[in-house]
Nanobody, 122 residues
Framework: QVQLVESGGGLVQAGDSLRLSCAAS????????MGWFRQAPGKEREFVGT????????YYADSVKGRFTISRDNAQNTLYLQMNSLKSEDTANYLC???????????????WGQGTQVTVSS
């Protein structure tokens, strides 16, 4: 089992950058593929992107492709989401998630964090 805690959210202006972190407990972080999701008030949870266990493969939603970058540091048990050129429509609660197998198109994850709020003012 793995526990996930996100951090780094906040209030920024459109065009700014922000980096989110997701700290994972336990010694098996490197065995999990990781994903980022987001959920805005009144909307369904939306897939943002995913990264495989080694960090060598990533896959992004079209809405963030070219602006967001997912990375991980297995030695530090930490997942990152670098967000550039932020837009008001990026405002949401951002959650990280873990799953045992990497599958770019599969949004079923086994473990979830509570999320960190990102608000982008226009």
């Amino acid at each position: 089992q793995v526990q996930l805690v996100e951090s780094g959210g906040g209030l920024v202006q459109a065009g700014d950058s922000l980096r989110l972190s997701c700290a994972a407990s336990g010694r098996t972080f490197s065995k999990y593929a990781m994903g980022w999701f987001r959920q805005a008030p009144g909307k369904e949870r939306e897939f943002v992107g995913t990264i495989n266990q080694s960090g060598g493969s990533t896959y992004y939603a079209d809405s963030v492709k070219g602006r967001f970058t997912i990375s991980r540091d297995n030695a530090q048990n930490t997942l990152y989401l670098q967000m550039n050129s932020l837009k008001s429509e990026d405002t949401a609660n951002y959650l990280c998630a873990a799953r045992r197998g990497y599958s770019a198109g599969d949004v079923r994850y086994d473990y979830w964090g509570q999320g960190t709020q990102v608000t982008v003012s226009s």
